[in-house]
């Protein structure tokens, strides 16, 4: 006969589901205030940066600031998203040791990217030439600060992630009034380099961690079957992008890339939850996955709908914004910003729903999935805007992104739908050892 369970052991699993939501809702914190960290102070360059130098210099910095996205999303995808994904609430040992090789392997992406802008911004001159060169010096520094992040979100310590920006933006400040004095594009880019330096130093003492060059090639070869599908995916991601700026730079105008970039500021707070949410959420789905696997596709779609709800309410909220005000954080460039707030907000809305199916997906390790599903939506992405761009200049590429953005949220749905399937009827997990 079996024996009855004790009150002590009926309360026990309450406690320890709560104590388990508790210490979700303490790292899902950490990552929002890490983000928005993060993004005041990209928020605040932009800002400055628009306001000291006119559209057309803001342009020249925006593809800049885009380059170094493309570049970052290539150190995430070799060095950063197998970390994560792979080494989430792993023993410390394995941790510090995958970290260790995962920062070398930025930094090397970094110094071999950083030669190949300085290269081009030499051969390009101009306006454009110095941005880029410019670029080149500062981007190993800018990548190791990105992989502390990651790092640390990984182990847990979200706090460490968050007193690292916090340095990064203490040391932002004067660095910014010395780059306003030069008043040039290059003189912010170094600055906005510069202070990022100083962050990924500290990120070395936090961690107690010193990364390791000469380690990269083993880390990218034992982590190549997620590694190299991801750098493809995020590469998609970020290169599209970078070929809609182009694009849209030579059909309508450089202009035209100022008035999108200050349609993203406008959207700056929501993207901070976004992207600090995104920080967070593949490492809490992995979680989920190895606790209670029937429960990710649900946490996938509440992470999905709660993102592009606020994202939807943030816009409503721009509408109302009175014009003094958008003259006053944008300058000249709002009156062009101003007429891309709904198709924005609609494009955000979709890469919000759809990045809950991409953090489930990660956490499945379906990298065949997610990638085939990030090749169609850059495809999209880059037809949406560039053919917007062509019948109806700025405001026609914004409502081709916009369709695009939702159009391939609806197949990461679909993918994260038949990848549950699968792990369902064989549930056997990855393992992978450093």
Same mark, same amino acid.
């Given at each position: 006969?079996?024996?009855?369970?004790?009150?002590?052991?009926?309360?026990?699993?309450?406690?320890?589901?709560?104590?388990?939501?508790?210490?979700?809702?303490?790292?899902?914190?950490?990552?929002?205030?890490?983000?928005?960290?993060?993004?005041?102070?990209?928020?605040?360059?932009?800002?400055?940066?628009?306001?000291?130098?006119?559209?057309?210099?803001?342009?020249?910095?925006?593809?800049?600031?885009?380059?170094?996205?493309?570049?970052?999303?290539?150190?995430?995808?070799?060095?950063?998203?197998?970390?994560?994904?792979?080494?989430?609430?792993?023993?410390?040992?394995?941790?510090?040791?995958?970290?260790?090789?995962?920062?070398?392997?930025?930094?090397?992406?970094?110094?071999?990217?950083?030669?190949?802008?300085?290269?081009?911004?030499?051969?390009?001159?101009?306006?454009?030439?110095?941005?880029?060169?410019?670029?080149?010096?500062?981007?190993?520094?800018?990548?190791?600060?990105?992989?502390?992040?990651?790092?640390?979100?990984?182990?847990?310590?979200?706090?460490?992630?968050?007193?690292?920006?916090?340095?990064?933006?203490?040391?932002?400040?004067?660095?910014?009034?010395?780059?306003?004095?030069?008043?040039?594009?290059?003189?912010?880019?170094?600055?906005?380099?510069?202070?990022?330096?100083?962050?990924?130093?500290?990120?070395?003492?936090?961690?107690?961690?010193?990364?390791?060059?000469?380690?990269?090639?083993?880390?990218?070869?034992?982590?190549?079957?997620?590694?190299?599908?991801?750098?493809?995916?995020?590469?998609?991601?970020?290169?599209?992008?970078?070929?809609?700026?182009?694009? @849209?730079?030579?059909?309508? !105008?450089?202009? +035209?890339?100022?008035?999108?970039? $200050? =349609?993203? %500021? *406008? &959207?700056? /707070?929501?993207?901070?939850?976004?992207?600090?949410?995104?920080?967070?959420?593949?490492?809490?789905?992995?979680?989920?996955?190895?606790?209670?696997?029937?429960?990710?596709?649900?946490?996938? @779609?509440?992470?999905?709908? !709660?993102?592009? +709800?606020?994202?939807?309410?943030? $816009? =409503?909220? %721009? *509408? &109302?914004? /009175?014009?003094?005000?958008?003259?006053?954080?944008?300058?000249?460039?709002?009156?062009?910003?101003?007429?891309?707030?709904?198709?924005?907000?609609?494009?955000?809305?979709?890469?919000?729903?759809?990045?809950?199916?991409?953090?489930?997906?990660?956490?499945?390790?379906?990298?065949?999935?997610? %990638?085939?599903?990030?090749?169609?939506?850059?495809?999209?992405?880059?037809?949406?805007?560039?053919?917007?761009?062509?019948?109806?200049?700025?405001?026609?590429?914004?409502?081709?992104?916009?369709?695009?953005?939702?159009?391939?949220?609806?197949?990461?749905?679909?993918?994260?739908?038949?990848?549950?399937?699968?792990?369902?009827?064989?549930?056997?997990?990855?393992?992978?050892?450093?």
């Amino acid at each position: 006969m079996t024996p009855m369970p004790t009150g002590e052991e009926k309360t026990r699993p309450t406690a320890d589901r709560r104590t388990a939501r508790r210490a979700v809702a303490g790292r899902l914190s950490w990552g929002l205030a890490d983000q928005a960290a993060s993004s005041m102070t990209n928020f605040a360059v932009g800002i400055y940066v628009a306001r000291s130098l006119g559209v057309t210099a803001f342009g020249v910095f925006s593809l800049a600031w885009l380059t170094y996205g493309v570049v970052l999303n290539v150190a995430r995808g070799l060095a950063t998203d197998p970390l994560v994904v792979r080494f989430s609430g792993a023993p410390e040992a394995s941790w510090r040791a995958a970290t260790a090789r995962s920062s070398g392997a930025a930094l090397g992406v970094g110094t071999a990217l950083g030669a190949v802008c300085l290269l081009v911004g030499l051969g390009l001159g101009g306006r454009v030439g110095p941005a880029f060169v410019c670029l080149g010096v500062v981007l190993p520094a800018l990548l190791l600060q990105d992989t502390w992040r990651f790092a640390f979100f990984a182990a847990g310590t979200g706090r460490k992630a968050f007193v690292n920006d916090l340095v990064w933006g203490v040391a932002l400040v004067p660095a910014m009034v010395v780059a306003a004095r030069e008043g040039s594009v290059a003189a912010f880019v170094l600055a906005w380099g510069a202070s990022a330096a100083v962050a990924a130093v500290y990120g070395c003492f936090q961690s107690g961690i010193r990364p390791r060059p000469h380690q990269a090639r083993g880390w990218l070869r034992e982590q190549r079957d997620l590694g190299y599908r991801y750098l493809v995916e995020n590469v998609s991601l970020s290169g599209a992008s970078q070929l809609r700026a182009y694009g @849209l730079g030579a059909i309508v !105008g450089v202009g +035209a890339v100022g008035a999108v970039r $200050g =349609a993203e %500021l *406008l &959207l700056g /707070p929501f993207l901070a939850l976004l992207m600090g949410l995104s920080l967070v959420t593949v490492a809490e789905a992995a979680r989920v996955l190895r606790r209670a696997p029937h429960r990710l596709g649900r946490f996938c @779609l509440l992470l999905g709908g !709660g993102q592009a +709800a606020a994202a939807l309410l943030w $816009g =409503a909220a %721009l *509408l &109302l914004m /009175p014009g003094r005000l958008g003259e006053f954080v944008l300058g000249g460039v709002w009156s062009s910003a101003s007429e891309l707030i709904v198709p924005a907000t609609l494009g955000v809305a979709g890469a919000g729903l759809g990045s809950g199916a991409a953090a489930g997906l990660r956490a499945l390790a379906a990298a065949r999935r997610s %990638l085939r599903c990030q090749l169609f939506a850059s495809a999209c992405y880059v037809g949406g805007g560039l053919g917007g761009a062509a019948v109806a200049g700025t405001v026609g590429s914004a409502w081709g992104v916009a369709a695009a953005t939702l159009c391939g949220s609806a197949l990461w749905w679909l993918q994260l739908r038949s990848a549950l399937r699968e792990h369902h009827q064989d549930p056997i997990p990855e393992v992978r050892t450093p």
